[in-house]
């Protein structure tokens, strides 16, 4: 069984609501009612009724288990804007200002995750990351600690050898443009608690460079190893090691050439932090497409719920893919609760 099998399987024993904020659209129709059909979650589609079904009926799906809500009629309305009022703390926000902020579906989406009314929320098949982004920090919000939002790939790449049975972690290759040395060690570490708690693996993170444990000379490569340090002091219980070019993370042969001492990590990596948004967008697209790896994401990390991204040249598999490693972001948040 592949990992996406599995994961659709762990969904289906606890299917969560889930809501798509990007309702009328034909790609999430579709995912929606595969995901109910299914088991693999509890779809929500925003947006109208009619316009719906209709895309529905010309796509020749059937969503008559799939729950509809249309933002601008629901009865939850105020209820969400005196929510997002009170968030405001001492800022001059009037009802109908709320109002019109929390009708929009990405906005009324987060509220409901917020509210405690839907388990978690997928968008991004028709906005940019930094909309999905805004509006899950506006609403949501970060868990206690965390600095910045940021992202990552589940990564399964066929027929390979490497990783955790040829499946891996990108990040960030999906939000954060040029990470500092803290937001970099922030990134590893989000990352390996992610796929402790969706996962279930035995994280082995490296941090990715041009150079492996000093054999090249630059500033580039000092920031890798300043990051490297202190995610090790944030977390000292999780296995965190660089700087590492990239074969020497992952192919066990080549780290023991390149590395004069034995590494719990090199060439066992399982989880590659890449060093900006330049590298690890290109680097998971490579992937994907070169090695016709399936991409799922970019998933979100930091958030204080859960909350998921998606490309917007998402396939109808990549959204019901995103949706069930939401539902399992939701049981680690009612297992961290």
């Known amino acids: 069984m592949n990992l996406i099998d599995k994961i659709k399987d762990k969904a289906r024993k606890n299917p969560k609501r889930i809501v798509l904020a990007e309702g009328e659209e034909e ?25 719906i079904q209709f895309i529905a009926k010309s796509a020749g799906v059937d969503i008559s288990g799939v729950e509809i809500i249309n933002p601008e009629s629901s009865n939850q309305l105020q209820k969400y804007a005196k929510f997002y009022i009170d968030s405001r703390k001492g800022k001059r926000v009037t009802e109908k200002m709320a109002e ?8 009324f989406g987060a509220s409901m995750v917020n509210a405690g009314d839907i388990d978690g929320m997928v968008a991004g098949c028709m906005s940019l990351t930094a909309t999905v982004i805004k509006a899950s920090e506006l609403i949501i919000g970060l868990k206690e600690g965390v600095s910045a939002s940021s992202s990552f790939f589940v990564m399964s790449v066929p027929d390979c050898p490497y ?33 402790r708690e969706i996962l279930d693996w035995e994280p082995k993170v490296a941090m990715l460079s041009f150079s492996s444990k000093g054999s090249s000379g630059h500033k580039l490569v000092d920031k890798v190893t300043e990051a490297t340090k202190k995610a090790r002091e944030m977390a000292p219980e999780l296995l965190i090691d660089g700087e590492f070019q990239f074969d020497t993370a992952v192919v ?86």
């Not at 790609?27 to 995901?35: E, L, N, P, Q, Y």
């Not at 019109?100 to 906005?107: D, G, M, S, W």
């Not at 204080?304 to 959204?319: C, K, Q, Y």
């Open 27 to 51: 790609r999430t129709v579709k995912a929606a009612a595969i995901s109910a059909e299914e088991g693999i979650s509890k779809p929500v589609l925003l947006g109208s009724t009619e316009d």
């Open 163 to 195: 990783g955790e049975n040829g499946n891996f972690i990108f990040a960030d290759a999906g939000v954060n443009p040029e990470p500092t040395v803290d937001e970099l060690a922030e990134i590893a570490v989000l990352s390996a608690r992610s796929a």
């Open 100 to 107: 019109r902020l929390v009708k929009k579906p990405l906005y």
């Open 252 to 337: 066990p042969e080549v780290a023991k050439r390149k590395l004069k001492e034995d590494n719990d990590i090199a060439g066992k990596a399982n989880i590659l932090i890449f060093p900006d948004l330049n590298a690890g967008n290109i680097g998971y697209k490579m992937t994907q497409y070169l090695a016709k790896a399936e991409a799922y994401g970019p998933l979100f990390q930091g958030f204080s719920l859960p909350v998921n991204d998606l490309s917007r040249g998402a396939s109808v598999d990549d959204i019901v893919g995103v949706m069930a490693f939401t539902t399992l972001q939701a049981y680690a948040y009612e297992d961290n609760n």
